[in-house]
């Protein structure tokens, strides 16, 4: 039962242009939406974060949107660099010591 | 930066054996977590710990898994006799807090791989 979805295994952009990542979830429970970039041998790195009660979180180049009606968040990375290379998990919760429920991920590609 | 620490890198074993994986939380963080990757697969939750106890835990977590905070700043998980199906990455993490704007740190995480 997959709860978040990443239904993209991979992108590729160009650098400079906008990478936009994508994840659907079926758990209207969710309270806390999170992302997490992963480089090869290492652990998941977090990224940037909206509350439920949000539809918009904006950190430098990092900008998520949430939309609760469709149970649809997405992440926007402007303008995309090479190091932004990395597999992108989204990852929710529900409200309190709820453990993250995360998604596939998404392997982004920014070409020089 | 304060960040989670996790040893060994690697850790290769035989079935049946016992592994303890090992991790340092950052320092003024309550919440404790461990996840586990399976080569290909999503990152899956396993436990979560707090006030020295079990808060929550996953199918997965079963009778032969546990978790100990042996002193001030270690978090362990044994794992008592070792499957095939244990080889996975296994990601310590930890938070401030529970709820609320505190996201979970995680560290580098352990290879563990059961021949």
């Known amino acids: 039962d997959q709860q978040v979805k990443q239904n993209s295994p991979s992108l590729s952009v160009q650098e400079g242009r906008i990478s936009i990542l994508n994840c659907d979830y079926t758990?209207?429970?969710?309270?806390?939406f999170l992302w997490y970039k992963k480089y090869p041998a290492e652990g998941p790195t977090f990224l940037i974060s909206?509350?439920?009660?949000?539809d918009k979180n904006e950190d430098g180049r990092f900008t998520v949107f949430l939309n609760k009606s469709a149970k649809h968040l997405s992440l926007h990375i402007v303008p995309s660099q090479p190091g932004d290379s990395a597999v992108y998990f989204c990852?929710?919760?529900?409200?309190?010591?709820?453990?993250?429920?995360f998604g596939k991920g998404t392997r982004l590609s920014v070409i020089a | 930066e304060p960040e989670v620490t996790q040893t060994p890198s690697h850790q290769v074993t035989q079935m049946g054996q016992e592994v303890i994986l090992r991790c340092v939380p950052i320092?003024?963080?309550?919440?404790f977590y461990w996840y586990r990757q399976i080569l290909g697969q999503k990152v899956e939750f396993l436990v979560s710990?707090?006030?020295?106890?079990?808060?929550?835990k996953s199918e997965i977590f079963d009778d032969q898994f546990s978790v100990e905070r042996p002193d001030g700043s270690n978090f362990t998980l044994k794992i008592r006799s070792t499957k095939l199906e244990d080889s996975a990455m296994y990601f310590c993490?930890?938070?401030?807090?529970?709820?609320?704007?505190?996201?979970?740190?995680f560290g580098p995480g352990t290879r563990l791989t059961v021949t």
């Open positions: 993490a930890s938070s401030e807090a529970a709820s609320g704007a505190y996201e979970q740190y």
């Open positions: 320092s003024n963080h309550l919440y």
């Open positions: 758990n209207s429970m969710f309270d806390y």
């Open positions: 990852a929710a919760r529900e409200e309190g010591n709820t453990p993250l429920v």
């Open positions: 710990f707090y006030n020295n106890e079990i808060s929550e």
């Open positions: 909206i509350s439920s009660i949000k």
